[in-house]
Nanobody, 124 residues
């Protein structure tokens, strides 16, 4: 079955960096676009970034553009999210997901197979 396992979250001071990883198994990884979302308590799951199958195209939420970088290694079945210049507002659980539907890359409805999430906490 499909499994996504995120790692790399933690506690960091404002201005710091973290690199999240998402290891996928049980699917032909290179055939799917992948996305990162986040969810803070009491809020809806929010799009952060997406990357195409080959890695040639990427899109970001306005709030993270210029600070976050999504990448992938198809040989390792892994997608990454490099997060720089972190702010307290970036505090949330971060999820990776597989895009299986063409409903818009920014909506969770386009994605199936979610990881368990990794907590990112940014202190001020």
């Amino acid at each position: 079955q499909v499994q996504l396992v995120e790692s790399g979250g933690g506690l960091v001071q404002a201005g710091g960096s973290l690199r999240l990883s998402c290891a996928a198994s049980g699917l032909p990884f290179s055939r799917y676009s992948m996305g990162w979302f986040r969810q803070a308590p009491g809020t809806e799951r929010e799009f952060q970034a997406t990357i195409s199958k080959s890695g040639g195209s990427t899109y970001y939420a306005d709030s993270v553009k210029g600070r976050f970088t999504i990448s992938r290694d198809n040989a390792k079945n892994t997608v990454y999210l490099q997060m720089d210049s972190l702010k307290p507002d970036d505090t949330a659980v971060y999820y990776c997901a597989v895009q299986t539907k063409v409903l818009g890359y920014y909506t969770p409805r386009s994605y199936d197979y979610w990881g368990q999430g990794t907590q990112v906490t940014v202190s001020s």
